[in-house]
C-alpha cells in the first residue's frame, strides 16, 4: 500500500524531532542525511525537513501550547514519542494554516497508533483538541 507524501513526511518529521529531542540540536546539520536514506521521494523529504525545523525551532511556543493543554503533566512525563507527536502537530496546528486542523489531529492520531502505546491515541487526541481551543481563543488560528 502507497503512504500518502504527507502522511510519510509527518512520520520522518516525527523521527527527526525525536531525534533531537534525544539527542539535541548538535544533529541538525544532519537531519537532510537522515531524510535521504529514509525517503526517496523528493516532496516528502521537503515537508518533513520544513516541519522539523520549523518545529525545532518554536520549540518553546510549542511545548508551552502542549503544557498549557495537558492536565497535571509536566512535558518530562511524556514519552518522547509521544512528546514528539504532540510538538510536530502543535508546530503544524499554529504555524502551518494550509493544513486544516482536523487533517493535523487525525494525523497525529495515526502516528501514535502507530509509534506509541495503546492509550497514546487517545491521550493526543485530548491534547491537541485543548490546543486547537486554545489557538482559537487566542485568535492564532486562521481558519
Not at 41 to 63: F, I, M, P, V, Y
Not at 101 to 114: D, G, S, T
Amino acid at each position: 500500500m502507497q503512504v500518502d507524501k504527507r502522511t510519510r513526511a509527518r512520520e520522518l518529521a516525527m523521527q527527526a524531532l525525536y531525534q533531537l529531542d534525544v539527542q539535541g540540536s548538535d544533529l541538525l546539520e544532519f537531519l537532510g542525511r537522515f531524510f535521504v536514506e529514509n525517503e526517496p521521494d523528493d516532496l516528502a523529504r521537503e515537508l518533513a525537513s520544513h516541519w522539523t525545523k520549523g518545529a525545532w525551532e518554536n520549540l518553546a511556543q510549542c511545548d508551552e501550547l502542549i503544557v498549557g493543554s495537558t492536565i497535571k503533566w509536566q512535558l518530562s512525563r511524556l514519552s518522547p514519542v509521544d512528546k514528539s507527536i504532540l510538538r510536530l502537530a502543535a508546530y503544524q496546528l499554529r504555524f502551518c494554516p494550509d493544513i486544516p486542523p482536523r487533517v493535523v489531529i487525525n494525523e497525529a492520531i495515526e502516528l501514535a497508533k502507530k509509534f506509541s502505546s495503546d492509550k497514546s491515541p487517545s491521550f493526543v487526541n485530548g491534547v491537541l483538541d485543548a490546543v486547537l481551543k486554545k489557538l482559537k481563543m487566542e485568535g492564532k488560528d486562521n481558519r
